[in-house]
């Protein structure tokens, strides 16, 4: 029987989400908890891979297993063997069919970005920080051109493994809460360190060292070099999955509450 899981976790202390010679990863966790509960050697496919300090409100992953157990034991039995920074909130029986990953129509990202003077206390590693005052304006404007369908080769790592740089991005969004700056990003698929780099170029923007129509030329020239450093990690969050309506799955826009304020 396969089954799809709704994960989320605080990525501080993993070096990840995929598994790597070392461990340490996201993914070692929660299949070494699944194959407590299932009694057996478990694996898992998540819907997008994140990177070490990066986190998930609503990561997707789905498992094969032969135990037949009620899916309260796939979420408060595998949440009794993970460490305390992850926490699967839902899990439901999935046809043979279903794939996290390639059936997923879109994913979901949100940049929280502390824009003050001091530096974080009480949410270091949690959110990114600039001390300079930025313009959330002039970055929703300059977010604005980056929608649509383009080569966005200027904002992809170098260490990036996509087929193809371009990428349709249907949502780019930016504005102020308070003293926190709040980045939404959707697409069908992001390339390597995408979001991060989106954000970086953002920056530039907001304090003024570039106009908003910078972002034109950097997606133009196809460049990285021109583009800005690749910002922070702290500050990412995986936001969710979008799915066709006929999985009929538990995933909507994820929990976001606590990152509103």
């Known amino acids: 029987m396969r ?3 709704g994960i989320e976790y605080d990525g501080s202390a993993f070096c990840g989400w995929q598994s790597q010679a070392g461990g340490g990863a996201v993914q070692d ?3 070494a908890a699944l194959a407590i509960v299932a009694d057996a050697p478990t694996r898992v496919v998540c819907a997008g891979r994140t990177d070490a300090g990066v986190h998930a ?3 997707v992953a789905h498992f094969d297993t032969d135990a037949r157990r009620p899916d309260s034991a796939w979420v408060r039995g595998v949440n009794s063997h993970l460490p305390s920074s992850i926490a699967v909130r839902w ?3 999935v046809p043979d069919e279903f794939h996290a ?3 997923a129509r879109g994913r979901r990202y949100r940049y929280l970005l502390l824009n003050r003077s001091q530096r974080p206390g009480l949410q270091v590693g949690r959110v990114g920080w600039h001390h300079q ?3 959330a304006r002039a970055m929703a404007k300059a977010a604005a051109l980056m929608l649509g369908e383009h080569d966005f080769s200027a904002f992809r790592s170098a260490e990036c493994q996509a087929k193809s740089p371009v990428k349709h991005l249907r949502e780019a969004g930016v504005c102020r809460r308070g003293e926190m700056i709040v980045f939404d990003f959707s697409a069908s698929a992001f390339l390597h360190h995408m979001v991060r780099n989106l954000v970086g170029a953002l ?3 907001g304090k003024g060292a570039h106009p908003p129509e910078w972002i034109t030329e950097l997606l133009a020239s196809r460049d990285r070099s021109r583009a800005a450093p690749t910002f922070a990690a702290a500050g990412l969050y995986f ?3 979008d799915y066709d309506p006929a999985w009929n799955l538990k995933v909507g826009a994820g929990d976001t509450a606590l990152f509103e304020a």
Do not use: H, K
Request: no cysteine; proline share 4%; glycine share 4%.
């Open 57 to 59: 409100i609503e990561q």
């Open 29 to 31: 966790a929660v299949e």
């Open 101 to 103: 990953r390639f059936s």
């Open 91 to 93: 899990a439901q029986a």
């Open 203 to 205: 920056v530039y923007v």
């Open 239 to 241: 936001a969710g999955v």
């Open 133 to 135: 005052p930025l313009d």
């Open 3 to 5: 089954y799809a899981l």
